[in-house]
Nanobody, 127 residues
């Protein structure tokens, strides 16, 4: 399994970015695809996730109403649309996959629950 994240960059406060993650080798069927972020000196934290089959979404409170996660089956890609960006959103963003052998509607938010990780893409929001 290989994940490739892209789309990060420098944006002014209030601006928007869209992150993408492509997975090679993912089974997808029962998996949950997520986004996490890690700011300097801080622990990796959950941002959003989506069940590939169910489309169920979960968001961290800090991004609700501003970020949206989506998926595109034909291209094996999931996205994180980020609007209303704030300086505190500055971090390296990682995509991740929670591989599951059976269907489970629940979405987990701890990094340890995820099996595969992309390399990260840096998002910098200037004030």
């Amino acid at each position: 399994v290989q994940l490739q994240a892209s789309g990060g960059g420098l944006v002014q406060s209030g601006g928007s970015l869209r992150l993408s993650c492509v997975c090679a080798g993912c089974a997808f069927a029962n998996d949950v695809m997520g986004w996490f972020r890690q700011a300097p000196g801080q622990e990796r934290e959950f941002v959003a996730a989506i069940g590939w089959r169910s489309g169920t979404r979960s968001y961290a409170d800090s991004v609700k109403g501003r970020f949206a996660i989506s998926r595109d089956g034909p291209t094996d890609t999931w996205y994180l649309e980020m609007n209303g960006l704030k300086p505190e959103d500055t971090a390296v963003y990682y995509c991740a996959v929670d591989r599951r052998t059976s269907y489970n509607r629940r979405i987990y938010t701890l990094p340890d629950e995820y099996d595969d990780w992309g390399q990260g893409t840096l998002v910098t929001v200037s004030s």
